[in-house]
């Protein structure tokens, strides 16, 4: 149905659409900084006023996956001419690669912590929202004591930044020896995101008529069979944005990565910052750590776009 | 061959009780409605019997086995909900065929039942369809394929139609009986619509307060009303009730509504009422709209009345008159009176006349 407009809104419209343009930008502006600085040839990375126009290299993704150490004497002619095309460009900053007694290139800590990331960070979304909508279904549907008295409970997890119990969680993660352990920061994840999740989780759960179950229910199956064939389903939206919010949690944790983990666990928050102190801050390479840290994140979300779209469910119960 | 009994149900909630000592017993093959107002204990008999709600004494027979304690799955009835709840994630296939996949059918079994229903209901064209993507009476008609298909002992229909306007009503009705007609299940449906109730049943079960308050065919339950709260529930417009005077003569009696003018009344009567009176205090008299006879002439029997206001409906007028400082709703040929204020006479048919103890509200069944 096609609203009649008058000019004045028409122009209100335009002025709005100028308005959501700037926001934008405001927003993508240091994301626009880190992708191009991932790009940029070291001297020009901290140039003021910052260069915009300059030739892109993937020198800094280079130097991001080796383990590099500095050149007392640059490289013969034979050695620079012998090098692979990416060692040169480490050459070419001052660097050498480091191989081992067999010539092997040895890689950077980046994709070791990087792989840590993803296992933390998935397996303690899954976790927390698979528990969550449990949680929540069961609170939605059952009547359980002291319902109001537990949510809160639940809910005040949250009620103080994390950080304040970060030294009693180290010793008693010391003296369980989870320190340093995938399963340490995944068990705190999940811990931290179930409060969100079972909130969130409770939500949707509300908003989905019982009368699906009860029908599940006389056509013949039982109350589990009917939660995974009937309630699930009709949950998935909000699963989906419950899990692209636990698992942006997960992912860009810094505090307590930093202070549990050093270096078997380590995730790629805390890695990448300890980049800057060795030697000069070569800010290139800390751009393209950072710039493909951002693509998980971005491409979880983008496959649950569909998911993260209501109405999908929208109109098969008559109210 | 499915028989569904009652026996002593009560069930609480928290300190309420809905359902108060209900028993009943339906037979094989036989359409029963469960007719009451919104929050009389109707749809939680219902749930009850479908294994919704857990009752808190009495007995649930389906074929005479007890049931109280079976989960909804073993029961083996099906229901359809006023909301339809089809499932929006599967198509109108996949939700007919859905009961058939919990019994682990084969998929060509599967789909020959589903076709098979589909065809009965007129609903094949739309099978591959999303529940979205359909009108009220389609969905309505897919939440009874569903029901339908696995072919259930009995059938349990929560308010079927009352989520569809009123042209889509009357046409789910017809449609409705003439599927039961065809399959012959016992059904039991839920309704707070009197018209439904009486087009439908073979049996209609009024409900108050969580209390069977008669059991009965429609026209039973309509020409002799077993108290004062079905009298008023059943029909429309509502019958009229008003406090009665009985005096009593030697062959002839009157029954006043007040105001000094009284309605005379054959003798037969006298003798049962009086032994009614005997038992109870003060009575009421209930007539229906059309037991109330309207002339524009004088006629013998016939009291001055004047017209109150008139409501034409088209086949027929109702009519209110005052009788006193009581208005009496008759029902009269369309046109027949004509204007408000105007005089005429009326009389009340004693043939047509209920009379109820007005303390206790049960029918004295006092009748000509």
């Not at chain 1, 095309?85 to 890689?107: L, T």
């Not at chain 2, 049943?201 to 069977?212: F, P, S, T």
Request: hydrophobic letters at 45%; glycine letters at 8%.
């Amino acid at each position: 149905m096609a609203a009649v407009t008058t000019s004045t809104e028409r122009s209100l419209n335009r002025l709005a659409i100028v308005g959501v343009l700037i926001v934008t930008m405001i927003f993508l502006a240091p994301i626009y900084w880190i992708a191009s600085t991932a790009f940029k040839p070291r001297n020009l990375s901290t140039t003021i006023p910052p260069t915009v126009v300059f030739t892109p290299e993937v020198s800094p993704f280079v130097k991001l996956f080796t383990k590099r150490s500095q050149l007392r004497t640059p490289p013969t002619p034979e050695e620079y001419a012998a090098a692979p095309w990416w060692e040169r460009m480490v050459f070419d900053g001052g660097e050498k690669v480091v191989r081992d007694g067999k010539g092997n290139v040895q890689w950077s800590g980046y994709p070791s912590r990087f792989m840590n990331s993803l296992i933390v960070a998935i397996v303690s979304t899954i976790l927390a929202v698979g528990m969550g909508t449990l949680t929540a279904y069961g609170f939605s549907r059952f009547k359980v004591k002291g319902e109001g008295d537990l949510l809160f409970f639940i809910l005040s997890t949250r009620m103080l930044p994390p950080v304040v119990v970060a030294i009693p969680m180290f010793l008693m993660y010391r003296a369980v020896g989870l320190n340093d352990t995938h399963l340490g920061l995944i068990i705190l994840y999940t811990a931290f995101n179930l409060s969100f999740s079972v909130w969130l989780m409770k939500g949707f759960m509300d908003e989905i008529p019982k009368e699906y179950e009860e029908a599940a229910l006389v056509d013949g199956y039982t109350r589990m069979q009917a939660f995974f064939k009937v309630v699930l389903p009709e949950a998935a939206t909000g699963i989906a944005a419950t899990a692209v919010f636990c698992f942006i949690t997960a992912w860009n944790e810094y505090a307590f990565a930093l202070i549990m983990t050093n270096r078997r666990a380590q995730t790629a928050p805390p890695f990448i910052p300890s980049q800057v102190g060795s030697g000069l801050p070569d800010w290139t390479v800390i751009a393209a750590g950072t710039l493909l840290f951002l693509l998980p994140v971005a491409i979880f979300t983008f496959l649950l776009r569909n998911h993260l779209l209501r109405g999908v469910t929208f109109g098969a119960i008559r109210k | 061959m499915t028989s569904i009994e009652l026996r002593d149900v009560q069930k609480f909630f928290g300190a309420v009780q809905v359902i108060k000592d209900m028993n009943l017993k339906i037979a094989d093959g036989e359409f029963i409605v469960l007719l009451g107002q919104s929050g009389c204990g109707k749809t939680t008999t219902l749930r009850a019997i479908a294994g919704l709600e857990t009752i808190d004494r009495g007995d649930i027979l389906i074929d005479g086995q007890p049931v109280q304690n079976l989960k909804c799955s073993d029961r083996d009835i099906a229901m359809v909900f006023q909301s339809f709840s089809l499932y929006p994630h599967m198509t109108v296939f996949e939700n007919i065929a859905f009961p058939l996949r919990a019994t682990r059918m084969s998929k060509a079994d599967t789909d020959n039942r589903v076709r098979e229903i589909a065809k009965v209901l007129r609903i094949n064209d739309l099978l591959d369809k999303r529940p979205s993507a359909l009108s009220g009476g389609d969905m309505q008609r897919v939440a009874i394929g569903r029901a339908l298909v696995r072919r259930p002992k009995a059938m349990l229909m929560d308010e079927p139609i009352g989520a569809l306007d009123a042209k889509l009503r009357e046409e789910m009705r017809a449609e409705i009986k003439r599927l039961h007609v065809k399959q012959g299940s016992t059904t039991i449906y839920v309704t707070h619509d009197q018209i439904e109730a009486m087009s439908l049943a073979d049996r209609i079960v009024i409900m108050h307060e969580g209390r069977l308050q008669q059991v009965g065919s429609p026209t039973e339950v309509y020409a002799r009303p077993s108290n004062l709260f079905v009298a008023q529930f059943v029909g429309s417009p509502v019958m009229n009730i008003a406090p009665a005077e009985v005096k009593s003569s030697k062959d002839s009696a009157e029954v006043g509504l007040g105001g000094g003018q009284n309605f005379g009344f054959p003798s037969a009567l006298i003798s049962q009422l009086d032994a009614a009176r005997s038992r109870s205090g003060q009575l009421a008299l209930g007539i229906r709209p059309e037991g109330v006879l309207v002339s524009r002439e004088e006629k013998k029997g016939y009291l001055p009345v004047e017209i109150h206001l008139i409501e034409p409906l088209g086949s027929y007028d109702i009519v209110d008159l005052k009788v006193g400082e009581q208005l009496l709703r008759a029902r009269t040929r369309s046109g027949y009176v004509e204007r408000t204020g105007d005089k005429v006479y009326a009389r009340i048919d004693p043939e047509q006349t209920h009379f109820f103890d007005t303390a206790s509200g049960n029918s004295l069944g006092v009748r000509l």
